[in-house]
């Protein structure tokens, strides 16, 4: 079974920086396409960055909400994709969760989340 682990949620202040890892278990990650999705109080979860490797050329999209202030990038060789968060908003606030999705298999696979407050 695959297991997928976030970390690095934290409170921080208007305008700070985080950085958001997840760790993939197993000899496949390099295959996955990575997600970042997140999901604040009363509110349904959204897809914030995704990052797929097809025919060794990555693609990147971000939601417009985040552009410019986020980063979804991966280390193959740590089984771990990052997050990095600058320019933080209190409209940032929420449950971050990574998604690992095995388009071989039609597979996705979830983390429990980190939680991330943005507040004075």
């Known amino acids: 079974q695959v297991q997928v682990v976030e970390s690095g949620g934290a409170s921080v202040q208007p305008g700070g920086s985080l950085r958001l890892s997840c760790v993939v278990s197993?000899?496949?990650?390099?295959?996955?396409?990575m997600s970042w999705h997140r999901q604040a109080p009363g509110k349904q979860r959204e897809a914030v960055a995704n990052?797929?490797?097809?025919?060794?050329?990555?693609?990147?999209n971000y939601a417009d909400a985040v552009k410019g202030r986020f980063t979804i990038s991966r280390d193959n060789a740590k089984n771990t994709v990052y997050l990095q968060m600058n320019s933080l908003k209190p409209e940032d606030t929420a449950v971050y969760y990574c998604?690992?999705?095995?388009?071989?298999?039609?597979?996705?696979?979830w983390g429990q989340g980190t939680q991330v407050t943005v507040s004075s």
């Open positions: 998604k690992a999705r095995d388009n071989t298999h039609y597979q996705s696979y």
């Open positions: 197993g000899s496949a990650f390099s295959r996955y396409a």
């Open positions: 990052l797929a490797d097809v025919d060794n050329t990555n693609y990147v």
